[in-house]
């Protein structure tokens, strides 16, 4: 069984579609095997995404990633970390197919309700980043 983290956003969040979000994670087959909330620093925010670093997007999505509460999970089934990112749709919402979480609950290229790791080396960096272990 492969491990992948998913992060409901604070747009997410704002908007009450957390549990909606979750729901829609069990109705495909993934078990939540860890779950928190958290309130990211810029820092955090800043390691969490170093991929990006030098980016011209990064200090909006640092500020929006520390703009509010966000519930941070460990998604565990076959092919966890691509069936995540085939459930959540493309980054874009506005290209996202029906039905995905970010068709469904995103707003904006920045405002896409959730995070999903984007490899097995990601994977493993995320769910350490937040847990001891999963
Ligand atoms: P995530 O890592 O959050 O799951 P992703 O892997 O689909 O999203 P990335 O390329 O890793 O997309 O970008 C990380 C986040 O940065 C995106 O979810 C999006 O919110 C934001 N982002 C990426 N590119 C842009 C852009 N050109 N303009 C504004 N925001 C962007
Ligand atoms: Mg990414």
Redesign the pocket.
Known sequence: MEKTLAIIKPDAMQAGNAFAILELITNHGFKIVRLAEKQLTAYQAEEF?AE?KGRP?LP??VTFMTSGPVVVVVLEKDNAILGWRDLMGA?DPAQAHEGTVRKLFGTS??N?AT??S?SQASAAREIAFFFDRA
């Open positions: 995404y990006h997007f909006e999505l980054t290229k920045g896409n995070h999903g984007d």
